[in-house]
């Protein structure tokens, strides 16, 4: 795909691979729709963008939220080329201790999120003939690459799977769809996930070990044009992959 002049939608945008994603889609000429929670995160992400920007407030979760981000998108620019579904947190914690909420918390942000933007998304691709739905998962969707993340496991799984299924329904459509499965990623993530205060002192352990969002991106990029429909962005998350795939 030729990404110069296209439109964009970036979820989880304000930080971490989603910031700097748009950012790199920016720099390609592609203008991009900037969609998080936070909103004066957002601004300071649109200001470190060349190209055109739209920063829309959005929690992912909630159905109005989803269809203003699609209709002020379409609204701005009358097409939406590209659906970057990069929002989603984590859970770490012995699954006997995890609350139902907390599960159907996780399921809500990092699984039906995703399933019903791209509903929304894919008539419009559908009517211009073409797009790309680049849904960012993890090297858990693929592998149990830790004890304690069960639950997440499952829902980037799902993700997999969801991607997948949807890639040969679109077939012939002109609709590109993939997922990206990058492994330990040092950001935000952590410090935001459900049972954050039980990995902290496991993330700074393992720091050195993990790729910066800019390593994973670079990743995405190198390897949009290729037929695979699961990319491991870099060399560190396609060594995991072959390290626990038969565990």
Excluded at 3 to 19: D, E
Excluded at 130 to 151: E, F, K, Q, R
């Amino acid at each position: 795909m030729e990404l110069s002049g296209k439109v964009g939608i970036v979820t989880g945008a304000s930080a971490g691979i989603g910031a700097v994603l748009a950012r790199a889609l920016s720099e390609q000429g592609v203008r991009v729709a900037l969609a998080a929670r936070r909103r004066e995160k957002l601004e300071e992400i649109a200001k470190e963008c060349p190209n055109e920007t739209l920063p829309v407030r959005c929690d992912v979760t909630q159905d109005k939220d989803r269809k203003t981000l699609v209709e002020e998108t379409l609204r701005r620019w009358g097409r939406i080329d590209i659906l970057v579904n990069n929002a989603g947190i984590g859970m770490y914690g012995p699954i006997e201790h995890a609350s139902e909420a907390d599960i159907r918390r996780l399921f809500e942000v990092n699984v039906f999120a995703v399933f019903f933007l791209t509903q929304l998304v894919i008539p419009i691709m559908k009517r211009q003939g073409s797009g790309m739905i680049l849904n960012i998962g993890s090297i858990g969707g693929v592998v149990a690459h830790s004890a304690n993340v069960t639950p997440y496991v499952a829902a980037k799984h799902a993700v997999v799977g969801f991607t997948r299924g949807l890639r040969r329904d679109l077939e012939g459509t002109g609709i590109a769809v993939k997922v990206v499965c990058p492994q330990l990623v040092y950001t935000d993530f952590y410090r935001k996930s459900i049972g954050a205060e039980r990995m902290a002192g496991m993330v700074e352990r393992l720091k050195d070990r993990m790729d910066t969002p800019e390593e994973v991106v670079q990743g995405i990029f190198a390897q949009l044009s290729s037929d695979e429909v699961v990319i491991f962005p870099t060399g560190k998350s396609r060594k995991a992959y072959e390290l626990f795939r038969d565990l």
